[in-house]
């Protein structure tokens, strides 16, 4: 089957297109030539590209450690105590907060991409999602959370 | 033409086919063409982006010494455009060192694992009709989610460093990272719903005057940074602290922090970040004149594009074919803009302080967004299939009002803060001294 030979998800494009039916704008249906098989490849040759780098820095560069050259660097002073402690809980509310407007973008971008076929109460559903996150952030602003101290 | 050039060579498959058929065996030769065409692309793209990059930092330099009224760099070559080779025998040949505290795998892997994110979003940038490594139907969704991958390798950076600067730059850049993904993902929402797609090719079709393969445009046919100027303007300021460029780069101020997460890093480790950000800085400006710029579109109004190809008749596509040829022109012109933008920023502006920072995401940046979402969202159901001239009114007003109300925020806002604080153009109130005191 040439089609599966040239590695592209026509499979699921074609799911998609039957999905929508007739609704759907000319270009997306022709246009949906997902090749991950080339995103593969992309990330192993782009992780070339630092290895190659150190490779020829590995070859060029001198190599004279030393004891105060393997120091840690803090402005001439020998650092004092553990460097990994435990850190504040500010971080981790932010990354909450975060985690909750992620999934909610999740949620969003399909709806986007249907947004031309969906029904009007599509688009109240969505403000009602919406408003229930703004909620959310403005409780999140008012019990202090998004204050960095 | 140099797409042409390209689409009859390297990015052609009858080429590659006829190539490899007496090399390899008739069963694996679809699989085999498909590796090879996926290898010569990808080592295209990268010799590309990679000049991109070496004499991006020579434009940098010279453009911000330029705004500082300096020269910049002008001794190696002609207008010191030697200087980016200059400066990569440097960083090749200078020691770097990996410091005994170190835990040295995730230090290493840090440094190597910073490209490979800011590579792969090039991966679905369009650059011209049918010129696209390769257009996935979420192509900018695969884009958000490579770039937002950068946190784990600062995070091993600054971890892995052992040391106490580096650690707290790679904390406030991860905070600083998440944060500022969500409104550079929630303002783009608004030009999705209209485009009603993620695939890069097709957010460039929508935006006209071109439509596939010579038909009529797409629905809205107007460049979005004109139906979207809000999103535009906050796509902009939250790409340009996802990179961590200035005025965003809190994680590397050098005031406070010495160069935050690679601080310890020296040599072609450093580069690594170096190469990252500038990638980063290319493959963003290429995104961002996708998404608002009309990315290949030349700049002509759809309406007329239209109206020449009703009065052309028959030779309508003849001219819409005409009017596509310079494509990967107009696309690298635009992706210049951008990074000019990106570096006038780094020029003209101060850097934020860190809560300034994360404040103005949360704050300012997440209810506009959200606002002018559903102010899209409203009014792309009014206009939706209507002639882009009819779209562009409808926004425009819609913009108007949706500015007005935020500049009367902001000055209410302004108001209220400076009446709760020290007035510092005013003489601070002391208590008057008698002679007794004194």
């Known amino acids: ?149 | 033409m140099i797409e042409q050039i390209f689409l009859q060579s390297i990015f052609s498959r009858p080429w590659v086919t006829e190539r490899l058929a007496h090399l390899v065996p008739e069963a694996s030769l679809g699989f085999a063409v498909e590796v090879t065409m996926s290898v010569l692309k990808a080592t295209l793209i990268i010799l590309i982006i990679q000049i991109g990059m070496l004499w991006g930092t020579w434009l940098e330099r010279k453009f911000i010494g330029r705004i500082q009224d300096r020269l910049g760099p002008n001794r190696v070559g002609v207008f010191g455009l030697g200087q980016p080779i200059a400066d990569m025998v440097k960083i090749l040949t200078k020691e770097d060192t990996t410091p005994t505290a170190a835990h040295r795998w995730v230090y290493n892997l840090g440094s190597l694992l910073i490209v490979p994110p800011a590579i792969l979003g090039f991966a679905v940038v369009a650059l011209d009709q049918g010129l696209i490594a390769t257009d996935l139907s979420v192509g900018f969704l695969f884009f958000i989610a490579i770039a937002s991958t950068s946190v784990v390798p600062i995070f091993m950076a600054g971890w892995g460093s052992r040391n106490k600067y580096a650690l707290l730059g790679a904390m406030r850049a991860v905070a600083q990272i998440v944060s500022y993904e969500i409104p550079q993902v929630l303002s783009v929402v608004g030009v999705l719903l209209l485009a009603g797609t993620l695939s890069m090719q097709g957010l460039a079709y929508a935006q006209g005057p071109l439509g596939l393969d010579g038909g009529s445009p797409a629905f809205p046919g107007v460049w979005f940074i004109f139906i979207q100027p809000i999103a535009f303007v906050i796509f902009v300021l939250a790409t340009t602290a996802e990179i961590e460029r200035t005025p965003f780069d809190v994680p590397e101020a050098e005031s406070e922090i010495i160069a935050g997460y690679h601080t310890e890093y020296s040599g072609i480790k450093f580069g690594m970040f170096y190469l990252a950000l500038y990638f980063a800085t290319i493959s963003s400006a290429a995104v961002a004149s996708v998404l608002f710029l009309g990315g290949w579109q030349p700049p002509i109004p759809t309406e007329l594009v239209n109206w020449l190809a009703n009065r052309a008749g028959e030779d309508a596509g003849e001219l819409r074919a005409s009017l596509g040829s310079l494509g990967w022109l107009w696309m690298s012109l635009k992706t210049l803009f951008m990074v000019l933008i990106f570096m006038w920023f780094r020029g003209t502006l101060p850097r934020l302080r860190a809560d300034q920072l994360m404040a103005f995401s949360w704050k300012v940046l997440v209810p506009i967004s959200l606002i002018n979402l559903l102010a899209a969202g409203l009014v792309g159901k009014l206009v939706y299939t209507r002639t882009p001239i009819v779209v562009f009114g409808a926004f425009a007003i819609t913009n108007v009002i949706l500015l007005a109300a935020l500049f009367w925020l902001i000055g209410w806002w302004s108001q209220r803060r400076s009446a709760q604080q020290i007035r510092f153009d005013q003489p601070a109130p002391v208590a008057p001294m008698s002679a007794e005191s004194a």
């Open chain 1, 1 to 149: 089957m040439p089609v599966a030979r040239q590695g592209r998800c026509v499979i699921i494009a074609r799911g998609l297109g039957r999905v929508t039916g007739a609704d759907r704008a000319p270009h997306e249906e022709y246009y949906v030539t997902d090749n991950w098989a080339f995103i593969a490849i992309f990330t192993i040759i782009a992780m070339t590209i630092p290895l190659l780098g150190f490779l020829m820095s590995w070859a060029l560069r001198p190599k004279r450690p030393g004891d105060i050259k393997l120091s840690t660097y803090e402005c001439g002073l020998e650092t004092v105590g553990e460097t990994w402690v435990q850190f504040k809980v500010q971080y981790y509310i932010f990354a909450l907060i975060f985690v909750l407007f992620d999934v909610e973008t999740v949620f969003l971008y399909p709806w986007a991409v249907a947004y031309n076929q969906l029904p009007l109460f599509a688009l109240v559903e969505m403000f009602v999602f919406l408003s229930i996150l703004a909620v959310g952030l403005a409780y999140a602003w008012r019990k202090g959370a998004l204050e960095w101290v």
